[in-house]
Antibody, heavy 124, light 107 residues
């Protein structure tokens, strides 16, 4: 079945780096835009980043621009999020999310497949 | 950035009640509005896309409506499994933004 499985979360000190991965299965990964969405403890949802289906374009929330990098390996059906210069406010559950589109918005079909999430805690 | 304001933030209701949640956008977003349901400890689940189109498998007691900058999610008769938090999202332009959420609690 269609599935997204995140990994790589953990506890990290402020200023350090972490790399999240998301393994996709059950669909043709290279046909879809992929996103990271996060949710801080007790907070709402925050979109973090998107990458085009072919990996050629990426867009970021202002809160992570210049610190986070989204990438993908379509040969391995895997999405990544490289997080550098981590801050306490980056503490959240990070979800890998599919959008049924190949490139730029608008996105008619919403975000239709979500992973179970991986928890990142930034603390000294 | 497009701001989405959901109201109410919290809602107490009983099984069988009709529930309505509103989402207002700071500018027009055409039909690129989706609704999600999230239960504690779980990932959000897409309920509705394009204002009013139900995802496959979503019960027909859920419906969406609206246009331009004002949208609503309605649950016609609340079931026990509907107690959850609901989010709207605009997918018209970057940054993609979510409303602050509406927690539907048991009265």
């Amino acid at each position: 079945q269609v599935q997204l499985v995140e990994s790589g979360g953990g506890v990290v000190q402020p200023g350090r780096s972490l790399r999240l991965s998301c393994a996709a299965s059950g669909f043709t990964f290279s046909h879809y835009c992929m996103n990271w969405v996060r949710q801080g403890p007790g907070k709402g949802l925050e979109w973090v980043a998107v990458i085009w289906s072919d990996g050629r374009n990426q867009y970021y929330a202002d809160s992570v621009k210049g610190r986070f990098t989204i990438s993908r390996d379509n040969s391995k059906n895997t999405l990544f999020l490289q997080m550098n210069s981590l801050r306490a406010e980056d503490t959240a559950v990070y979800y890998c999310v599919r959008v049924p589109a190949a490139g730029a918005p608008p996105y008619y079909y919403g975000m239709d497949v979500w992973g179970q999430g991986t928890t990142v805690t930034v603390s000294s | 950035d497009i701001q989405l304001t959901q109201s109410p933030s919290f809602l107490s209701a009983s099984v069988g009640d009709r529930v309505t949640i509103t989402c207002r956008a700071s500018q027009g977003i055409s039909s690129y509005l989706a609704w999600y349901q999230q239960k504690p400890g779980k990932a959000p689940k897409l309920l509705i896309h394009a204002i009013s189109t139900l995802q496959s498998g979503v019960p027909s007691r859920f419906s969406g409506s609206g246009s331009g900058t004002e949208f609503t999610l309605t649950i016609s008769s609340l079931e026990p499994e509907d107690f959850a938090t609901y989010y709207c999202q605009q997918l018209n332009k970057f940054p993609l933004t979510f409303g602050g959420g509406t927690k539907v609690e048991s009265k």
